[in-house]
């Protein structure tokens, strides 16, 4: 992964969300120690307050959890968090999108519809 600096969104959040793609495609399981904020910095080039502040918001969010003096670890309901999560967020808003733009472009339910089905084929195996 590199770090976008001008996309706008907060490193930090890059961070936590990289680390939440790592969970989901079983890098880190249940109860694995993840990077250290130190590892994250140097890893990405960046500040260790930067990645420090990805990992507390993943912790916030119980994907991880802390044991003093040892690191962060990965929670055993983090994955089932996470795909909740970007469900309910991230995939829903760009499926208002799309329905936004469908219907300024007068694409009917149908096409829009056929429209996804070839978006998944295209694409599948692309995600696991």
Same mark, same amino acid.
């Given at each position: 992964?590199?770090?976008?600096?001008?996309?706008?969104?907060?490193?930090?959040?890059?961070?936590?969300?990289?680390?939440?793609?790592?969970?989901?495609?079983?890098?880190?399981?249940?109860?694995?120690?993840?990077?250290?904020?130190?590892?994250?910095a140097?890893?990405?080039t960046?500040?260790? *307050?930067?990645? !420090?502040?990805? %990992?507390? &918001?993943?912790?916030? $969010?119980? #994907?991880?959890?802390?044991?003093?003096?040892?690191?962060?670890?990965?929670?055993?309901?983090?994955?089932?968090i996470?795909?909740?999560?970007?469900?309910?967020?991230?995939?829903?808003?760009?499926?208002?999108?799309? *329905?936004?733009? !469908?219907?300024? %472009?007068? &694409?009917?339910?149908? $096409?829009? #519809?056929?429209?996804?089905?070839?978006?998944?084929?295209e694409?599948?195996?692309?995600?696991?």
């Amino acid at each position: 992964m590199i770090i976008d600096s001008t996309s706008g969104r907060p490193i930090y959040i890059q961070i936590a969300e990289w680390m939440e793609t790592e969970i989901l495609n079983d890098n880190f399981k249940a109860d694995d120690k993840v990077y250290s904020q130190y590892q994250l910095a140097e890893m990405f080039t960046i500040n260790p *307050a930067t990645a !420090a502040k990805g %990992l507390n &918001v993943l912790t916030d $969010e119980n #994907i991880l959890y802390g044991k003093r003096g040892l690191g962060k670890f990965v929670t055993q309901e983090a994955k089932a968090i996470i795909i909740d999560k970007r469900k309910n967020e991230k995939l829903k808003g760009l499926l208002e999108e799309v *329905a936004l733009e !469908a219907g300024r %472009l007068h &694409v009917s339910d149908e $096409e829009l #519809i056929t429209m996804l089905h070839h978006a998944i084929e295209e694409h599948k195996g692309d995600g696991a």
